[in-house]
């Protein structure tokens, strides 16, 4: 894996780790929809 994506996944993983955090439902209901 490049660089560059491996520091964009983890931007997004601390993204969606903070988000569940405050909204638990909404990632649930996110993540169903995404499969």
Do not use: C, H, Q
């Amino acid at each position: 894996m490049y660089r560059e994506d491996f520091k964009k996944v983890s931007e997004i993983g601390k993204a969606k780790t903070g988000w569940l955090k405050e909204n638990p439902i909404g990632y649930f209901v996110a993540a169903m929809a995404a499969g």
